[in-house]
C-alpha cells in the first residue's frame, strides 16, 4: 500500500486531495517520513460511466526520474509537483489530515531545487528508492480513508521503456496480442477466461526477458499491519470491454416493452432488427415504450399509437392533457394503426395549416402507418378512408 508510487482519485474523478500525504506520489528516499516526490495535476479527470485510456510514464535519466500522465492520449500539466521530506511538509501543511493539495506552500522546503508548476515536462528528481521485480502494480483496493475502485479494466499494457506520444497513441489503439510491439513487458486483454488460480497469462514482446506474467483480481487478506496483509485471489466479474477496440465479449441487446394493461405481445428483435406484434382488447390510444439493454448501458424511446377505427370521427385524444392533446415529449414518431382494409391517405399539418407530412397507401387491418414529425411543435394528423374523414388528433412534439 505504501511503496513505490501511489495515486487517488476523489469522487469528481480528479488527482487532488488534502488528506493522506497528495492523491499522486511516491517514494524518493528510504523511511517510512522521509523524502517524496508529489505531483498535483489541477485539470485532469477521469469521468464517471466512460471508458478512459489512461498512461502512466516513467522517465528515467541515470538515477533521477519524472512522471509523466495522459487521459486519452493527451499529456496531462503538472500543476504543481515537489520533492520534499514528508516529515517536514506535515509541518506546514499538517499532518495526514493537512492541506496536501498546497503544495505551494513547501516551496521553501523544496530538495535537490526540484520544484516546479504549470508544466507538462517536470524536472528529474534523484531517487534512490527504485521499482523492485518483487512490486505488485495494483488497481483499486481500499486502505484509511480511501474507498475501493468500482469500475472495469481492460487492455492493461507494461512497457520496458518510457512511452513517447506515439507510443501512448498506438497503445490506445489496442494491441493485438499475437504481434505486440517488442517493448511490451506484459500484456493483458481478458478475452478468455482465468486459469484454475483465478490469473489471466499475460503476452510479451520479444524484448521482454520474463515471459507469460500473470495478472489477477484479488483482496487483501486481513491480516497484519495496513498494506501488509496476504492476497486472496479471486474469480473475476466479466463485463463489456472498452467498444473503441476489438474483442470477443458477446454484446447482445435485448428488447423490453412497456405496453400498459391488457396487450399481448409477440415477436423478436435484436439492437439492430425485429418486427413485434402489440395487441389491445380495445380501440383508444396508447403509448408504448421500447428499452434496448446492453452491457455498454440503456436506451428508451416512447411511441405514441393511435388506433383508427371506421366510424370514430372528430377531434379525440385518449389521456389529454389541459391543453386538449396528448404530450409525446419522449419520440418524434407517431403510428397511426387501421382496424380494417382501406384506401387511406394520412396527412400531417403544422400549427399554420401547412401541410408538413403525407402517406397515402392501401393497408389491410392491423397495419400500421409510421408518421416521422422532425421539428418540436403542435401538429394535426388527420385520417382519410376512401375519401371519408375518420379522425383527426392532435399531438404536440417537443
Known amino acids: 500500500n505504501w511503496d513505490f508510487f501511489w495515486s487517488r482519485l ?37 469521468p464517471e460511466n466512460t471508458w478512459t485510456h489512461v498512461v502512466i510514464v516513467f522517465e528515467y535519466s541515470g538515477n533521477s526520474l519524472r512522471e509523466k500522465l495522459y487521459i486519452n492520449g493527451v499529456l496531462q500539466t503538472v500543476g504543481c509537483y515537489i520533492r520534499v521530506h514528508k516529515g517536514n511538509a506535515e509541518g506546514i501543511l499538517g499532518s495526514e489530515d493537512g ?24 524536472a528529474y528528481c534523484p531517487s ?30 507494461v512497457w520496458g521503456k518510457a512511452m513517447t506520444d506515439a507510443d501512448v497513441l ?20 481478458f478475452e478468455s477466461a482465468p486459469a484454475s488460480d483465478y490469473g489471466f497469462t499475460g503476452h510479451t514482446g520479444s524484448n521482454a526477458t520474463y515471459k507469460s506474467p500473470k495478472c489477477y483480481f484479488w483482496r487483501e487478506a486481513a491480516t497484519g499491519n495496513e498494506g501488509q496483509g496476504g492476497k486472496v485471489f479471486l474469480n473475476p466479474v466479466f463485463n463489456a470491454g472498452s467498444p473503441s477496440i476489438k474483442g470477443n465479449y458477446a454484446i447482445n441487446t ?21 418486427s413485434y406484434t402489440i395487441s389491445w382488447a380495445k380501440p383508444r390510444d396508447y403509448e408504448v415504450e421500447l428499452t434496448l439493454s446492453n ?3 440503456t436506451d428508451t424511446r416512447k411511441y405514441p399509437v393511435i388506433s383508427v377505427v371506421d366510424g370514430l370521427a372528430g ?6 392533457d389541459s391543453d386538449g392533446f396528448n404530450t409525446y415529449v419522449e419520440s418524434n414518431t407517431v403510428f397511426v394503426e387501421f382496424a380494417s382494409d382501406g384506401l387511406y391517405n394520412v396527412e400531417v399539418y403544422n400549427a399554420s395549416g401547412m401541410q408538413v407530412g403525407l402517406c397515402r397507401q392501401q393497408f389491410t387491418a392491423g397495419q400500421n402507418a409510421q408518421i416521422n414529425l ?9 385520417v382519410v378512408k376512401d375519401g371519408t374523414l375518420l379522425r383527426t388528433v392532435k399531438v404536440l412534439v417537443k
Request: aromatic share 12%; charged share 15%; net charge negative.
Open 315 to 320: 377531434i379525440g385524444s385518449i389521456g389529454a
Open 170 to 189: 498506438t497503445s490506445m489503439k489496442g494491441l493485438d496480442s499475437n504481434n505486440l510491439p517488442a517493448d511490451i513487458l506484459g500484456f493483458w486483454d
Open 10 to 46: 476523489n469522487n469528481q474523478g480528479q488527482f487532488i486531495a488534502d488528506q493522506i500525504d497528495t492523491a499522486w506520489g511516491g517514494r524518493v528516499g528510504s523511511g517510512t517520513e522521509g523524502s517524496r516526490l508529489f505531483y498535483r495535476y489541477d485539470d485532469a479527470r477521469i
Open 99 to 122: 492541506l496536501w493539495s498546497q503544495l505551494e506552500r513547501c516551496q521553501s522546503l523544496a530538495e535537490n531545487g526540484v520544484y516546479g508548476t504549470n508544466t507538462t515536462e517536470p
Open 295 to 297: 452491457p455498454h448501458g
Open 128 to 157: 534512490t528508492y527504485p521499482l523492485e521485480s518483487s512490486h505488485w502494480i495494483a488497481f483499486g483496493g481500499s486502505a484509511s480513508k480511501i474507498a475501493s475502485l468500482d469500475g472495469y479494466i481492460d487492455e492493461f499494457q
Open 254 to 274: 435485448t428488447p423490453v416493452w412497456n405496453t400498459g394493461r391488457s396487450a399481448t405481445i409477440s415477436g423478436s428483435g435484436t439492437g439492430t432488427s425485429g
Open 374 to 382: 422532425s421539428q418540436a411543435g403542435v401538429y394535426f394528423v388527420k
